[in-house]
């Protein structure tokens, strides 16, 4: 295999390839087949024969793009600390919640890739 596996989407787990073995259908030859999974929480990605598109690599390492729908953007899980202190000022400052939630946002990070 030249391409490396990227972690697993869901969890982050080490991903490994499978490689198996089947009858086909019409001919009754015997197809190699491969399919990418997670060594951790066992989801997979496609099956395919090694050689056609789309190739279980490529497919396994593609990522959808982290673009949130209109009005929406991506927040962090856990507030970080320059949204935290935006939090204060703005409940210091006597600040309505949406004035607080808006510097929050202004001050959330920007994300990876996104």
């Given at each position: ?9 869901f969890c982050g787990g080490d991903a490994g390839i499978r490689n198996w073995q089947d ?19 066992e989801c997979e990605g496609i099956s395919s024969c090694p050689g056609y598109e789309p ?60």
């Amino acid at each position: 295999m030249s391409a490396e596996l990227k972690p697993c989407p869901f969890c982050g787990g080490d991903a490994g390839i499978r490689n198996w073995q089947d009858e086909e259908l019409w001919s009754h030859a015997i197809v190699e087949w491969q399919k990418v999974h997670c060594t951790e929480c066992e989801c997979e990605g496609i099956s395919s024969c090694p050689g056609y598109e789309p190739d279980t690599v490529q497919a396994w390492n593609t990522r959808a793009a982290l673009t949130p729908p209109e009005g929406y953007v991506l927040v962090p899980v856990e507030p970080t600390r320059q949204m935290q202190v935006a939090a204060l000022e703005g409940e210091w400052n006597r600040a309505t919640p949406a004035e607080v939630w808006a510097a929050m946002l202004a001050a959330r990070p920007e994300v990876p890739g996104g």
